[in-house]
């Protein structure tokens, strides 16, 4: 047997990318950067809303060091923060763009699935 058959991130290459890139609050946040361009943390949570600030902050700080987001610190009073999407972030928004598109044309159809699933009882 071969390490492929036997390691999940051999066997499915692209697995390290969707943890990087699919894990639960990163979208959102690169979806914001990008679209929105340059934040404050403030922002960001208001835009996004639903994230709480210690999972906002886990989340950008994970994402400064994969190198998906650029903090910028001014040394002003008060001091000011800001966050941007790097040029790696921004080269996934073809990826999200095509995962729109599919959303867009496929999620009644999911949404049919389910229901169809869930109203054939018994399991």
Not at 45 to 51: A, F
Not at 54 to 72: F, I, P, S, W
Not at 86 to 113: C, I, Q, T, Y
Request: aromatic share 8%; hydrophobic share 40%; charged share 25%.
């Amino acid at each position: 047997m071969t390490a492929a058959a036997t390691d999940p991130e051999l066997a499915c290459p692209t697995s390290a990318v969707v943890d990087i890139v699919f894990s639960r609050w990163t979208t959102p946040i690169l979806w914001t950067l990008n679209t929105h361009g340059r934040q404050r943390f403030v922002e960001l949570e208001r835009r996004i809303g639903t994230i709480t600030p210690k999972v906002l902050t886990q989340r950008l700080r994970q994402l400064e060091r994969d190198g998906m987001v650029v903090r910028t610190y001014h040394p002003e009073v008060p001091p000011r923060v800001e966050y941007e999407i790097s040029e790696l972030g921004r080269s996934l928004a073809p990826l999200f763009a095509h995962l729109a598109g599919w959303a867009a044309a496929n999620m009644d159809k999911v949404e049919r699935a389910r229901h169809e699933y869930d109203t054939d009882l018994p399991r």
